[in-house]
Nanobody, 124 residues
Framework: QVQLVESGGGLVQAGGSLRLSCAAS????????MGWFRQAPGKEREFVAA????????YYTDSVKGRFTISRHNGKNTVYLQMNSLKPEDTAVYYC?????????????????WGQGTQVTVSS
């Protein structure tokens, strides 16, 4: 079992930066593939970024490539999402997710474990 707790959200002006953190409980964090998803009001949850258990491979949705960076520290059981050059359209609740075996990293149905979410609001 894995429990995930996100932090680091907040209100920021367009062009600013935030770093989200996702702290995981459990001793099997290092074997989990991790992802970040977001959900804006009235919209479906969408994939943002993912990272393999070793950190050797990362994946991003096109709209955040070059602006967001996902990373992980297995010794601290934590995954991060560094968000730069934020835009108003990045406003959403951001969720951390995990699972051990994932075939399609962009599919939310592939992830068994989810955090409670953290709000990111970008003002124009």
């Amino acid at each position: 079992q894995v429990q995930l707790v996100e932090s680091g959200g907040g209100l920021v002006q367009a062009g600013g930066s935030l770093r989200l953190s996702c702290a995981a409980s459990g001793r099997t964090f290092s074997s989990k593939q991790m992802g970040w998803f977001r959900q804006a009001p009235g919209k479906e949850r969408e994939f943002v970024a993912a990272i393999t258990w070793s950190g050797g491979n990362t994946y991003y949705t096109d709209s955040v490539k070059g602006r967001f960076t996902i990373s992980r520290h297995n010794g601290k059981n934590t995954v991060y999402l560094q968000m730069n050059s934020l835009k108003p359209e990045d406003t959403a609740v951001y969720y951390c997710a995990a699972n051990e075996f994932i075939r399609t990293v962009t599919a939310s149905s592939e992830y068994d474990y989810w955090g409670q979410g953290t709000q990111v609001t970008v003002s124009s």
